[in-house]
């Protein structure tokens, strides 16, 4: 375990958010770069989308557990592992936990640090909003993994990867921009699950949390059955049992890309969420120690909006939206039918006929 030890060494910032953050980003990258190689020593894509999704869960589970596991194996410093997963209890009681043994158990964050000196417990808990949103990611990354990995076995490869795959440069920087896009969305998670279980203000329910939760339902319910009509769709389309050339029907007539909808939806419910927590001044105060960089608004805005920002923007301007209609176009651009669905359906938010 010496090279997990000297990696949360090299980490083992003041910051309870660097000392999460930082980690989360090299692994994100590390793991994209490896994926990367073989893929384009092949030009093959087939992992490209389950890689992505991979390092979502991956980075989701070490940015809960971190801590505890700085704790089995960051060393003979117990002093400052205990710091780390303790800083928010002193920052509200003023008390020192004293040294101890640190133990890994299901949902909790570090079981208890005993002060042998007192003999004094110290239980320090995984809050419910960092098990709500590591679920929520977990939920919608094993879904769309599944749905994505799915097709390219029954298609055998990535129609948007024809130009890129055969270029390693272009397909270095595809998996490197997954890395970025992985980071970016998982800022607010990240910084939800920094958070040290004795900060006051982590334990109510807002109503940020209601909001944003509830647009996360929404989100994905709307990103699910989209891709379901979708697939229904396109078997009924590879079965012969319709002859329609494109999908106008259900969510598909409403917007022309309801389910890059339903993924920008969710990832504003989960920045939602964060955003109320982190308005917080223990909270923020928490994250940042003293010598550390400081925890300001501006921050707190960067980090709850970079993420849906980066994905819609990426969606309707890089890869989703430009892709998909610059193949309609050109095989349906002369369909009166794609014509009229087109200029009357709008492309990303449903809007009512008379406000168009």
């Known amino acids: ?11 083992n910032y003041a910051s309870p958010l660097e000392r999460t953050v930082v980690p989360c980003i090299m692994i994100a990258y590390a793991i994209q ?46 002093e ?39 003999g004094t417990p110290l239980a320090v808990e995984y809050n419910w909003r960092q098990l709500a949103l590591s679920g929520a990611v977990t ?29 390693p440069r272009r397909y270095l920087r595809a998996f490197i921009g997954q ?19 004795g900060v006051p203000s982590i334990h109510d329910v807002k109503p940020t949390d209601l909001w944003g ?12 059955v989209a891709d379901y009509q979708k697939s229904k769709w396109q078997k009924g389309k590879r079965d012969k049992a319709h002859d329609e050339q494109f999908l106008t029907s259900g969510l598909w007539s409403q917007c022309r890309f309801p389910n890059y909808l339903g993924e920008s939806m969710l990832w504003i419910g989960i920045c939602t969420v964060t955003f109320g927590v982190l308005l917080f001044d223990d909270v923020r105060e928490a994250l940042a120690a003293a010598d550390s960089f400081p925890m300001s608004i501006l921050s707190v805005i ?5 993420g849906p920002a980066f994905v819609t923007l990426l969606m309707l301007k890089v890869t989703g939206v430009p892709y998909a209609e610059r193949k ?15 200029k009357e359906t709008p492309k990303f938010i449903p809007i009512s006929p008379k406000y168009r």
């Open 213 to 224: 939760f509830g647009l996360w339902v929404i989100g994905f319910v709307v990103e699910v």
């Open 139 to 167: 939920i919608w990354a094993v879904r769309l993994g599944v749905y994505l990995f799915r097709r390219i076995l029954r298609e055998g490869h990535d129609r948007r990867f024809n130009e890129i795959r055969i270029n």
């Open 179 to 197: 890395a970025t896009w992985v980071i970016f969305c998982m800022l607010p998670v990240i910084a939800v699950n920094s958070i040290p279980s």
């Open 1 to 11: 375990m010496a090279i997990v030890q000297s990696l949360l060494n090299l980490t």
């Open 80 to 118: 400052q592992v205990a710091d780390a997963v303790n800083e928010g209890v002193q920052a509200v009681t003023g008390t020192q936990p004293g040294w101890g043994s640190l133990f890994m158990a299901p949902f909790k964050r570090c079981n208890i640090v005993q002060d042998v000196a007192a």
């Open 302 to 306: 960067f980090f709850c909006t970079v």
């Open 33 to 78: 770069i490896v994926v990367a190689i073989p893929s384009i020593i092949y030009q093959s894509d087939r992992f490209f989308d389950v890689s992505g999704l991979s390092t979502f869960l991956i980075i989701n589970i070490l940015s809960l557990y971190l801590p505890a596991i700085r704790a089995k194996y960051g060393g003979d410093n117990l």
């Open 328 to 342: 309609y176009d050109k095989l349906y651009g002369c369909d009166k039918k794609y014509q009229k669905w087109k």
